[in-house]
């Protein structure tokens, strides 16, 4: 393709485009990280979360969420906004900030949780949508670039339904970003 | 429209940071040797940023290819230690191969097979599932995933299988220098 006949007032200029979560990881705000390894099965459910802490000052914006199926069978998947999640939860250690140029690297505000093997439903907020989950595989849905927006005292959670019989293994991943809340 | 409403619109040409990085020569693809693993045996490969490089790496794709007609498990490490016997990758390129002399990345591709011993230091961020006879190709990061020197970017592969699995991993990523 030639410019040149082109009146150079047409020239486009050229620009880079960053998306909002690379920007926020350039700041040292973009996070990822997994829950442990969750059982569920035989009547049992499980679930894991992003959960921001009342007091974290920050809201979180969800970019990404992956699910692995470690099982031979498929699975059920529903996502929960808002909710009362049931069961005694388990911090997650498995994570960290996208930059890690930046000394000391940054900390998220936010905390991934997960508990196995549970039989009461969440509470309270909304069962916004439903996933199924092909066996032996990592489903992985991306860019929701901060469509969900999670304040403090809320949460993000995919609750997976029993799938029968047999005592299944999944695990759950996220990437987010913070912002403070002015 | 007329001709003055369509002089107030601005045209731009989007480029992405990879693509931009690319057209600067700062762009690389490294490919590990075969990865052979099976149960307890596990096999790794990963980008080392060194200490004195002068440069951080922007993490964008990584690949991992499944030879085998099993399923194995991969695990994402920002910042692990290198297992103790790695082999160093000779299959590093930039991605824009117009420059002369090409330009050489600051960052060493490692790979290591075979190995009992855990990974230490950094984070597991995430892992994924990789089905057989496939290759899982990630999503561009476009460089949300940032190493500082003496930091590093890493793929851990397991197999609860008895018999021996062949992958091998690609890792794309530009530097910019600090």
Redesign the interface.
């Known amino acids: 393709m030639k410019f040149v006949i082109v009146k150079n007032?047409?020239q486009?200029?050229?620009?880079?485009?960053?998306?909002d979560?690379?920007y926020h990881?350039?700041l040292g705000k973009?996070f990822?990280?997994?829950t442990d390894t969750i059982t569920f099965g035989c009547g049992y459910n499980a679930w894991g979360a992003l959960v921001n802490p009342v007091d974290s000052d920050v809201n979180m914006y969800l970019n990404a969420y992956?699910i692995?199926?470690?099982s031979s069978q498929p699975l059920t998947a529903e996502g929960w906004l808002s909710s009362v999640l049931p069961g005694k939860a388990k911090v997650s250690?498995?994570?960290?900030a996208?930059?890690?140029?930046?000394?000391p690297p940054p900390l998220p505000k936010v905390k991934i949780e997960d508990v196995s093997l549970v039989t009461k439903m969440p509470t309270g907020g909304t069962y916004t949508f439903v996933r199924r989950v092909e066996p032996?595989?990592?489903l992985?849905k991306?860019?929701f670039q901060g469509m969900y927006i999670i304040p403090p005292g809320s949460s993000f959670a995919l609750y997976f339904l029993s799938p029968g019989t047999t005592q299944v293994q999944a695990?759950v991943?996220f990437?987010w970003w913070e912002e403070r809340i002015c | 429209m007329s001709e003055k409403k369509i002089n107030h619109i601005t045209q731009v040409v989007d480029i992405t940071s990879p693509a931009m990085n690319s057209m600067l020569g700062r762009y690389f693809i490294g490919q590990s040797g075969e990865l052979n693993f099976k149960n307890k045996y596990n096999a790794w490969s990963g980008i080392i940023n060194p200490e004195n490089s002068g440069v951080n790496l922007y993490f964008d794709i990584f690949t991992i290819t499944n030879f085998s007609s099993q399923s194995y498990t991969s695990e994402i490490w920002l910042n692990a230690k290198p297992p103790k016997k790695v082999k160093i990758s000779t299959t590093v390129t930039p991605s824009n191969q117009a420059i002369t002399p090409p330009p050489k990345p600051k960052a060493i591709m490692e790979y290591a097979d075979n190995i009992t011993e855990p990974l230490i230091g950094g984070a597991n961020i995430f892992g994924r599932i990789v089905t057989s006879n496939s290759t899982l190709v990630s999503d561009s990061h476009k460089g949300s995933m940032i190493i500082g020197p003496g930091g590093s970017f890493s793929i851990l592969l397991k197999s609860s299988q008895p018999e021996t699995i062949k992958g091998i991993i690609v890792l794309t990523w530009w530097e910019e220098k600090i």
């Open positions: 007032k047409k486009p200029q050229k620009v880079v485009v960053l998306s979560a690379v990881s350039y973009y990822l990280g997994q992956t692995s199926n470690f250690k498995y994570f960290a996208g930059n890690q140029s930046i000394t032996d595989e990592t992985t991306h860019d695990r991943a990437g």
